[in-house]
């Protein structure tokens, strides 16, 4: 199996692994059934022993179901797991009704966590994203708090702008972004990219297949139940010209001997020594392909097609990345 390298996560942050396990679709959560529990808890001990240390979860994932496998995987390991914990999110008959960001309601949520982690300190703490009901100040530093407390060791945000991210760095020094982000979701780069770099945050990049564009092995139109069928991208002709886009990245896996799945986290690894490809896996029978993707490496020509047929804006369509 490839060798998992390490990253600083930003530039004063922590070694961890290069790329990330997300647990989320481990649980029943945005109409996926979960996995079994005993194949989710042997997963994460797999990515463990693979050298995989961040584990990416959020206290709103199927209502605190996610952090209690995480936590049941980790017990007797503490110190081989990264714990990343999104918070603030509101789920109410499994549907995203809201946030809650307040103050009092962060120091509330944590205690949660912690608990159905059976850790006394989370790695990396962060909202989920942010919507100006509460000042960004007031969110940030109420973690900054926490860290005093020691129940937190660094701040995290995720799906914010640059503007509010250079306000949140200005509260206390952010650790990670966490962003959607690939060969398809490439907005970013314009300028919230750029700004992490500049103030030295850690980029954890998720949904690196675009919610299953670019695994190769989606078909229009989608099955009447798949929640891809709620976002312009995955409708009618869209999806049909946006699949014809994908038909370049499955000719060059096969070229390379490789899926597309591979390639595409191979090229979202590739984009920078500061970003980390964060990988939702749920069976360990997937570990050891996605492993091997952070293996591949692309030729200048090779990258200069990828960036051309996927250039911004080339996959019609949006999602929520989009909001």
Same mark, same amino acid.
């Given at each position: 199996m490839t060798t998992i390298a390490k990253m600083p996560l930003g530039n004063n942050g922590p070694l961890v692994s290069k790329i990330g396990l997300g647990c989320m679709r481990m649980s029943p959560v945005w109409g996926n059934p979960g996995t079994d529990e005993t194949e989710s808890i042997a997963t994460i001990q797999a990515a463990l022993d693979s050298g995989i240390n961040f584990l990416n979860t959020g206290d709103f994932y199927a209502s605190g179901h996610n952090e209690l496998l995480v936590g049941k995987a980790i017990k007797g390991r503490r110190d081989d797991a990264f714990i990343s914990v999104k918070f603030g999110g509101i789920i109410y008959g499994g549907q995203f009704i809201g946030l809650d960001l307040r103050p009092i309601a962060i120091k509330n949520f944590i205690n949660y966590s912690l608990i159905r982690l059976g850790i006394d300190t989370i790695d990396l703490y962060q909202p989920c994203r942010l919507?100006?009901?509460?000042?960004?100040?007031?969110?940030?530093?109420?973690?900054?708090?926490?860290?005093?407390?020691?129940?937190?060791?660094?701040?995290?945000?995720?799906?914010?702008?640059?503007? +509010?991210?250079?306000?949140?760095?200005?509260?206390?020094?952010?650790?990670?972004?966490?962003?959607?982000?690939?060969?398809?979701?490439? +907005?970013?780069?314009?300028?919230?990219?750029?700004?992490?770099?500049?103030?030295?945050?850690?980029?954890?990049?998720?949904?690196?297949?675009?919610?299953?564009?670019?695994?190769?092995?989606?078909?229009?139109?989608?099955?009447?139940?798949?929640?891809?069928?709620?976002?312009?991208?995955?409708?009618?002709?869209?999806?049909?010209k946006n699949l014809e886009k994908v038909e370049v990245l499955k000719q060059m896996a096969k070229q390379k001997g490789y899926t597309p799945t591979q390639l595409a986290i191979a090229w979202v690894n590739a984009q920078g020594d500061h970003i980390m490809p964060l990988v939702s896996m749920n069976r360990r029978a997937r570990l050891t392909e996605n492993v091997q993707a952070m293996g591949i490496e692309f030729t200048p020509d090779e990258l200069n097609t990828l960036n051309t047929h996927f250039s911004p804006g080339a996959i019609l369509g949006g999602t929520y990345l989009q909001r």
């Open positions: 919507d100006n009901s509460v000042p960004i100040e007031d969110v940030i530093g109420t973690i900054a708090d926490l860290i005093k407390e020691g129940k937190v060791r660094h701040i995290g945000v995720s799906e914010i702008t640059a503007d +509010q991210l250079r306000r949140a760095n200005s509260v206390h020094p952010i650790t990670a972004l966490e962003i959607g982000y690939s060969l398809a979701d490439r +907005q970013i780069e314009s300028d919230l990219l750029p700004t992490a770099k500049e103030l030295g945050i850690g980029v954890v990049a998720f949904a690196n297949t675009a919610e299953g564009l670019l695994t190769g092995d989606m078909k229009a139109p989608l099955p009447a139940n798949a929640y891809q069928n709620h976002f312009p991208r995955f409708q009618g002709e869209n999806l049909k």
